[in-house]
């Protein structure tokens, strides 16, 4: 008799080898790969404000083999926790990284705090370049996944013809870190 067991899909890496940890200032070139790996989502012209948070914020990276499969920088004041920028390389993406990001991020709140990002509307465009807002179908996908929900919009918040839409997730106590 043949036994028929699940066999993991070859591409994805299995989750034992993949290592979640906090961002260092040597990861920079490999996070800045990872963002160019992405044109639609991020023009060339926010990689000088994506240095800026990233040297001055948190940084959570998921590496597997010492490559650095995704990223997420944030901040927080205690009060509100804001992811800023997130990606996974495209050769990785829909394996749940996105997700272990976020969660490990999440898994720090404290009850106080109001948990958002901004993101870019499905309609902007940026002239001249190759972003596309109708690629963030599947982030605004991912987030709403995650939880989050659309709460805000803001024409022209990044110039003309790119909007911004805020989203935010209603935090549950199993979300907030165990005291003690
Ligand atoms: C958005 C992004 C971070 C998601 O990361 P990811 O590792 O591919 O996502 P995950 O595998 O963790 O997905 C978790 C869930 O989100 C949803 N999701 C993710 N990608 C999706 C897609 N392309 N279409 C539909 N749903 C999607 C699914 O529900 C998925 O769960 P499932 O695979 O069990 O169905 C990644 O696609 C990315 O880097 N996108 C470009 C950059 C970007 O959009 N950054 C955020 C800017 S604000």
Known sequence: MTTNKALPKPDTPPNSLRVLREGTPTDWPKIEEL??????????????????????GRTTVLENDGRL???VIWKTDGRELELLWL??????????IGRR???????RLTTEE???LKTAALDSTIPGTNFSGAA?????QFFAALGFSPTARLNDYWGKG??????EKQIRPSDHRESG
Do not use: C, K, Q, Y
Not at 87 to 96: E, F, K, L, N
């Open 35 to 56: 963002i160019r790996a992405r044109p639609t989502h991020f023009i060339e012209a926010a990689l000088p404000d994506m240095r800026r948070d990233f040297e001055r």
């Open 69 to 71: 499969l995704g990223f």
């Open 87 to 96: 990606a996974v390389a495209p050769s990785a993406a829909r394996t749940g």
């Open 101 to 107: 990001l976020v969660e490990a991020v999440l898994s």
């Open 114 to 116: 109001r948990v958002f």
């Open 136 to 140: 963030f179908a599947s982030t605004h």
């Open 162 to 167: 790119s909007h911004m839409l805020v989203f």
